[in-house]
């Protein structure tokens, strides 16, 4: 099969464009390209895996369906995310025809997928965080080069619709870097430009927050100045002025109001997300190699940090100290739980950081407790050492597979459309953070890993870090690092104090 995309003047162009496709492919011989086909496959199985094997025999086909759906998830990633667009989470390439289902997703043909073919932040995201320990890196690729390339017309945006300076990116967009013109409003009258049609995400602009968090990691992982120059510096600082510039101060700090938190709060002030993001993304931009940031750059994100609001906190039933969604909130409307953003995806709280309680706490007294989709109980259970409850959001996860098909990936369709890549990008990206977790310096191992599961593994670190290591009976029996240099970094996480903290 041969494929083009290529806009052209006429169709003889294009067919003749396809036609030189055809030849210089044909050039190559078969057995050449099939051996080439082949050594890809094989490298990528090779540079990352994770096996398990458990000791009571009545759980092999539960830890099966884990050790497969990793497997094929990663399989579907690599399928569809080397192309010019991301991957779509509602569907990514495998969408087909449901005229022979029953019940309301009947009828479509093979081209519908629920909620359309803009990019939603909340859904794409997830698709990519597991690609870091993976070494997925060039599957990322496209996700970053889709955001930049539409940053000059997002800082035209901010300057046209706010009158200043940054860029804001909406919640969902088009690859070429508008909204989806009916989440916008089509109808302009009597409205002020930027203001949107669609409340849930009327102010909902966080995700380039996450984005910066993301291209941090990457940077941390591949040590790509290049692309610490030409793409991650200019996208965070335009990102981070954005949110210096929208908002007053209100007795010398950054006061976001009005603002959302996520698409589940309306109407709040200084939202979690958004101060939780800024204090994470300023903080590591400041500790980038000053050969690659300017005094001004490093001043201003300083300014940005010490005006930043407290992160907001308030009070349970008992009286104990949790975290909030906003320092004030109303208005509910959708089921996220935007107070735990600051577990993950902005890594405030976690293992091997303070005030882990506070955290445990927050979490068991989140409202949605659901896993499947896009929800991120999984991935924070397992931040905070949460065993229990990451084994069984992980398991259901890769068991929620639409009963249509008999390709077991075939996840949700849960809130999206099947495959849903959400559900099993959060299996994904818990089982690794059960394994392995990380920060600027060291490397955790087993943080949240069940004692009786055993298991093998290769995963990357930050620092260009490889580690290859066995577990048997809750303990690391083979381990090995690459760098050797890193060895000393890696601490072997206990989640005994989460567990004396909370009975799961």
Request: charged share 20%; net charge positive; hydrophobic share 35%.
């Amino acid at each position: 099969m041969y494929a083009l995309t290529k806009q052209t003047q006429t169709i003889n162009d294009w067919i003749q464009s396809l036609q030189k496709t055809i030849h210089a492919t044909q050039a190559i011989r078969e057995s050449r390209r099939l051996t080439a086909h082949k050594q890809w496959w094989q490298q990528f199985w090779n540079r990352s895996y994770i096996y398990i094997k458990p000791h009571d025999s009545l759980a092999e086909d539960s830890i099966e369906k884990i050790n497969s759906g990793y497997i094929l998830q990663r399989y579907m990633n690599a399928c569809a995310g080397r192309g010019n667009a991301p991957i779509k989470f509602n569907g990514s390439i495998f969408t087909v025809d449901t005229k022979h289902f029953t019940g309301s997703d009947s009828g479509f043909d093979a081209d519908y997928r629920r909620w359309g073919g803009a990019y939603w932040w909340q859904n794409t995201r997830l698709i990519y965080w597991p690609m870091l320990m993976c070494g997925d890196f060039d599957l990322m690729r496209p996700f970053f080069n889709m955001y930049f390339k539409c940053l000059p017309l997002r800082k035209a945006a901010t300057r046209i619709y706010y009158h200043h300076g940054g860029a804001f990116y909406p919640e969902t967009i088009y690859f070429w870097g508008t909204y989806i013109d009916e989440n916008y409003g089509r109808n302009r009258k009597g409205k002020p430009d930027g203001l949107t049609d669609n409340q849930y995400i009327r102010r909902n602009w966080q995700g380039v927050l996450e984005m910066s968090m993301i291209m941090l990691d990457y940077y941390d992982f591949t040590r790509d100045n290049h692309f610490a120059s030409d793409t991650l510096i200019p996208f965070a600082s335009a990102i981070l002025k954005f949110y210096d510039e929208h908002w007053k101060r209100k007795n010398g700090k950054l006061h976001f109001d009005p603002a959302q938190s996520i698409e589940t709060y309306w109407k709040t002030v200084n939202p979690m997300p958004a101060v939780a993001g800024i204090k994470q993304v300023a903080t590591r931009m400041l500790r980038l190699d000053h050969r690659l940031t300017s005094t001004a750059m490093r001043k201003e994100w300083r300014n940005m940090l010490n005006d930043l609001p407290p992160v907001p906190e308030g009070k349970d039933t008992d009286g104990e100290k949790i975290l909030l969604p906003a320092a004030s909130y109303s208005d509910m409307h959708n089921l996220e739980s935007p107070e735990l953003y600051a577990i993950f995806p902005y890594r405030l709280y976690g293992i091997g950081k303070p005030e882990l309680t506070l955290a445990i706490r927050t979490f068991h007294h989140r409202i949605y407790k659901q896993t499947g989709g896009w929800q991120q109980n999984a991935i924070q259970a397992a931040m905070l050492g949460l065993t229990k409850v990451a084994m069984k959001d992980v398991m259901y996860n890769f068991s929620e597979t639409d009963k249509n098909f008999r390709f077991q990936a075939m996840w949700g369709p849960d809130y999206d459309w099947v495959p849903s890549q959400d559900n099993g990008a959060v299996a994904m990206l818990a089982l690794q953070y059960m394994l392995m977790q990380y920060d600027s310096k060291h490397i955790y191992l087993l943080p949240a890993w069940p004692k009786d599961w055993d298991a093998s593994f290769k995963l990357h670190g930050p620092g260009n870090t490889v580690i290859t290591g066995t577990v048997k009976d809750g303990k690391m029996v083979q381990l090995n690092v690459k760098p050797a240099s890193r060895r000393k970094d890696i601490v072997f996480g206990d989640n005994s104090r989460a567990l004396k903290i909370y009975s799961e």
